[in-house]
Each structure stands twice: as C-alpha cells, then as structure tokens.
C-alpha cells in the first residue's frame, strides 16, 4: 500500500517550454503533499507543501509564479514550471501523506532537463 | 531551528561486513521523528526504518537498525551484512511538531559496498 506516482519520469524540452509533473497517490487521500527539488549529489530541498483545496505555501526563495502548484483533489497535485529555463534543470521529486501523524511516501521522481 | 547533520559525505563498506551511517539533529522540540532513507542511483526514495522521540528501543527493519542515542542527538543507522544492492545515498530525515510537520533532510552518505 502507500504508493505515490510520478509522471513524467524524464522530460527534456526546449527553454520557454511549460512543463507539467503529476504527483498521484493510488490508494490513499493525501491531504498533504510535498514538492522537492535534488541537485545532482545533493540533498532533498523542499520547494512548497500543499494541502487539497487550498494555496500551496512555499518555502523562501521558491518563486511561486514560476512553480504553480495545484492540489485541487485529495489523490493529485501537479507542478508546473512555468517558462523553463536550463537553471530549472534538476530532479523533482514529491511525496504524500494522509496526514501529520503519518509517515510521507514519495514518488520516484522526474528528471527534468532543459535545453 | 531545526538540523539534520550527516557528516560523512561517502563511506565504503566490504561486502558481507556491517555498517554505522552517522546522524545528528537539533531540536528543541520534545515530540519528533526520525527517519532513514536509501535513494539509488535510479533516484526513487526508498524508506527503511523510523524512530519516534519517545520510543523506548531502538527500531530495527532486518538488516537496518537505528542507534538511537537521545541525550547525544544521534540516530545512525546501522546495516549489517552489507550487500551490492546496499550501494546508495543514504539520507537521515527528521519531522519535528511545525505546523505542517514536514520532513527536513540532512545532506546524505553515498554508501559504496565493495566486492
């Protein structure tokens, strides 16, 4: 059980593209979920936390216009980098809990990769 | 403020041999959690054991235990009888009682097991 889903896995477009993750929990409601960014060989930087229906807060120094976060049902959320640029080429990963007593299952990741 | 620290930034280990991944944390905090995860080079995060501020003994998951050393703030995960697959970055997380109880990483081990 727990399982989280990430989709795309890989993804390389064009600078200026949009380019849209989807973070999917299968078999259970995630009230809360999570999105990180992971440089090459370092560590996991949270980026914002969202919570179904509401706005998702950021942490400081994540531009918000430039990471749209939607949480508008308790299995999805979705990123999307707006306007990517090679800057924004990194690994993203998320994960989602039902709630705060609960332990974060993460999905396996997207690489993306702008050129 | 909360912090994970993982000192060692890459460890090697014989294969069939035991391992110590260190970690510290600060906190205030009384309530919290500690957690250890292993992410290959594939990039998924895999979880492998959880320690609860007030639990009494220390967690073990079969080969992995934690050394949970509460007046230190330590919690190292040990593996025993180290195997190829092992090889990995290995990250120490905590979830302390913020608002959104989220987790915060510390900056990993790249664990090498050798033939």
């Known amino acids: 059980g727990a399982v989280v889903s990430q989709h795309p896995s890989r993804v390389i477009c064009k600078s200026g593209t949009s380019v849209k993750i989807e973070c999917r929990s299968l078999?259970?409601?995630?009230?809360?979920m999570f999105w990180y960014r992971q440089f090459p060989k370092q560590s996991l930087m949270l980026m914002a936390t969202?919570?179904?229906?509401?706005?998702?807060?950021?942490e400081q120094g994540v531009e918000k216009d430039k990471f749209l976060i939607n949480h508008a049902s308790l299995t999805l959320s979705t990123l999307t980098v707006t306007s990517a640029h090679p800057e924004d080429s990194s690994f993203y990963i998320c994960s989602a809990r039902v709630d705060s007593n609960q332990p974060q299952h993460f999905g396996d990741g997207t690489r993306l990769s702008i050129l | 403020a909360q912090k994970i620290t993982q000192t060692q930034p890459g460890m090697f280990v014989q294969e069939k041999e035991a391992v110590t991944l260190d970690c510290t944390y600060d906190t205030s905090d009384q309530s919290y959690g500690l957690f250890w995860y292993k992410q290959p080079s594939s990039g998924e995060m895999i979880f492998l054991i959880y320690?609860?501020?007030?639990?009494?003994q220390n967690a073990t998951e079969g080969r992995y235990s934690l050394n949970f050393q509460k007046a230190r703030k330590s919690a190292n995960l040990v593996i025993s009888a180290s195997q190829l697959g092992d090889s990995a970055m290995y990250f120490c997380?905590?979830?302390?009682?913020?608002?959104?109880?989220?987790?915060?990483f510390g900056s990993g081990t790249q664990l090498t097991v050798l033939p």
């Open positions: 320690q609860g501020s007030y639990d009494e």
């Open positions: 078999d259970f409601q995630a009230t809360t």
């Open positions: 969202s919570n179904e229906g509401s706005k998702a807060t950021y």
């Open positions: 997380a905590m979830r302390y009682s913020g608002s959104a109880r989220q987790l915060t």
